[in-house]
């Protein structure tokens, strides 16, 4: 099969792909109007977040069995046209499972014990411990919303810490045990010292994490975001923040980002400024899946699911 590379990952998967007989195409370094010409024999599509892989563009490999993401986030792809021509989808959550959990940890850690501040204040000559007080982890109540592979990771992570986990997913249920409590919304919202956001976004879960949203909180939370941007509306975390029921939030992903993922849209200054000024947030540009281990394994895995499904060209 001719399998094309919109996007550049680990070369583990050409490897392993080429090895076998199919015929791997480099076009990381195609732009849209290139790729419109080059598909018409194409059957496999490797891709990240750079090309949105839409009808459009779709249409324009009518010989397309597959496409494989490198990552878990599908929103990318024209999930419907794909479903109507039979294109199977495949992607690798598991390759970046355990980045994007301990990701998400070490800004936990960072908001409840001040580091950004200390670190910046300690560097400008003040010696402030009082001020910079820090809070424990042990014996709070963690909030997952979404418990699939970064949901699940998450927990996982926090098994050396003596927390409470409630998670919810209105999708999977039966993962409950005795260090996990499958918990409806309201409780997770009521009773959560922490939240995490683990959704995928659809049409569903774009701004979930909204005005009413934080209006349900039961007590100050610190606020994690490691999924997508849209899930959160900006403008109402930061007047959480301001009215104290947020006590800081982490967050690798943000509203504004392009589709690709590789920057921010203009046209937000306004919030954008708002957001950069605010010292209780930690911010990181999309990376929480990105570690030298995930690069690999987030091709492997794909090399795995694509030769299971097609294991000869």
């Not at 977040?49 to 324009?60: P, Y």
């Not at 999708?171 to 918990?183: K, L, Q």
């Not at 490691?226 to 509203?255: C, F, H, I, Q």
Request: hydrophobic share 45%; proline share 3%; aromatic share 6%.
């Amino acid at each position: 099969m001719n399998i094309a590379f919109i996007d550049s990952v680990h070369p583990v998967l050409m490897q392993r792909l080429t090895a076998v007989g199919h015929r791997c195409i480099d076009h990381s370094g195609s732009d849209r109007a290139r790729l419109m010409e080059a598909l018409a024999d194409v059957h496999g599509i490797v891709v990240r977040g750079r090309i949105m892989l839409d009808a459009e563009l779709l249409q324009r490999a009518p010989a397309l069995r597959f496409i494989a993401r490198a990552g878990a986030g599908m929103e990318n792809i024209d999930k419907a046209y794909c479903t109507a021509h039979g294109i199977k989808l495949i992607n690798s959550p598991e390759g970046n499972r355990t980045a994007v959990a301990e990701h998400a940890l070490g800004m936990l850690l960072g908001l409840m014990n001040h580091l950004r501040r200390a670190d910046a204040e300690v560097r400008a000559g003040l010696w402030k411990r009082k001020e910079n007080t820090g809070f424990e982890l042990d014996g709070r109540t963690v909030g997952l919303i979404g418990f699939g592979r970064m949901g699940s990771a998450f927990a996982d992570k926090l098994r050396g810490f003596a927390v409470r986990i409630l998670a919810h997913d209105k999708y999977i249920t039966g993962f409950g045990n005795e260090r996990i409590i499958e918990a409806p919304l309201e409780q997770v919202l009521a009773e959560s010292d922490v939240i995490s956001l683990h959704l995928p976004l659809t049409e569903e879960t774009v701004h979930f994490a909204d005005a009413a949203f934080f209006a349900r909180l039961g007590k100050p939370v610190w606020f994690l975001n490691t999924a997508r941007g849209p899930l959160v509306d900006t403008s109402a975390l930061l007047d959480a923040l301001d009215a104290g029921r947020v006590r800081g939030a982490g967050l690798d992903v943000l509203e504004f980002e392009e589709r690709s993922l590789l920057g921010l849209r203009s046209g937000n200054e306004a919030t954008l400024q708002r957001l950069f000024a605010e010292p209780r947030v930690l911010l990181s540009p999309h990376i929480a899946g990105l570690t030298e281990e995930s690069y690999f394994k987030l091709a492997d895995v794909l090399g795995d699911k694509i030769l299971s499904e097609f294991p000869d060209a």
